[in-house]
């Protein structure tokens, strides 16, 4: 069974870019959320995908985006990056759905640099 | 507004020693309370969860207690070694949705 995976580790990029990140959801899991954790700070929880659609959406602007594919993996898109935007993003993945479960589970997280 | 509140937000103990961290919340729908830990430059990893129908849950040297009533859990470590020294945070959910998270607790045990 293969755990939570993320790309890249690290990324640097400039104010105004955009950038995607990407995540591979744990063997079995049908639901990938995605949260933001600033230096210090617990994670905040960017949105969640279930089935290829979305499941729920926390306090972030549009210039956040998603998808989920049929196998599960999903991305994170930001656009008109600002240097708040400096921080770990995380992807948690779990079994969503009747049989489902809360435990999420979370990969390592990409580190995303705003210049 | 943070939903789960956390504390203390950093906390020094012996080897050997009880680790303890407190969390309340506000939202009775939460009905899902997970602890992570979290080492530098890593993801969170869960560490033992609880739901409110119980009001204790162990897992070897890890505690959680439950009080409805008061709104408020926590985590026990007992026999915390130099290896736990990380950073715990606690979490609720309300049904399979996202987890609120509190702000966390930088845990160190001293040799």
């Known amino acids: 069974e293969t755990g939570v995976t993320q790309s890249p580790t690290h990324l640097i990029k400039t104010r105004g870019q955009q950038v995607t990140l990407r995540c591979s959801s744990q063997?079995?899991?049908?639901?990938v959320s995605w949260y933001q954790q600033a230096l210090g700070q617990g994670p905040q929880f960017i949105f969640q995908?279930?089935?290829?659609?979305?499941?729920g959406r926390g306090n972030f602007p549009p210039r956040f985006s998603g998808l989920q594919f049929p196998n599960y993996s999903s991305e994170l898109n930001v656009n008109a990056l600002e240097l708040d935007d400096s921080a770990l993003y995380l992807c948690?993945?779990?079994?969503?759905?009747?049989?489902?479960?809360?435990?999420?589970?979370f990969g390592p997280g990409t580190r995303l640099t705003v210049l | 507004q943070q939903q789960v509140k956390q504390s203390p937000q950093s906390l020094i103990v012996q080897k050997g020693g009880i680790s303890i961290i407190n969390c309340a919340y506000e939202?009775?729908?939460?009905?899902?309370f997970p602890w992570y830990q979290q080492f530098p430059g890593k993801g969170p990893a869960l560490l033992i969860a609880?739901?409110?129908?119980?009001s204790e849950k162990k897992e070897g040297r890890f505690t959680i207690s439950f009080n409805k009533s008061a709104k408020q859990f926590s985590l026990h470590i007992m026999d915390s070694q130099p290896g736990d020294s990380a950073t715990y945070f606690c979490?609720?959910?309300?049904?399979?949705?996202?987890?609120?998270f509190g702000t966390g607790t930088r845990l160190t045990v001293i040799p």
């Open positions: 948690a993945s779990s079994l969503g759905g009747l049989a489902g479960s809360n435990e999420q589970f």
């Open positions: 063997s079995g899991h049908n639901t």
């Open positions: 995908y279930y089935r290829e659609e979305e499941n």
């Open positions: 939202n009775t729908a939460f009905d899902y």
């Open positions: 609880i739901r409110p129908d119980v």
């Open positions: 979490a609720a959910s309300a049904g399979a949705n996202n987890l609120f």
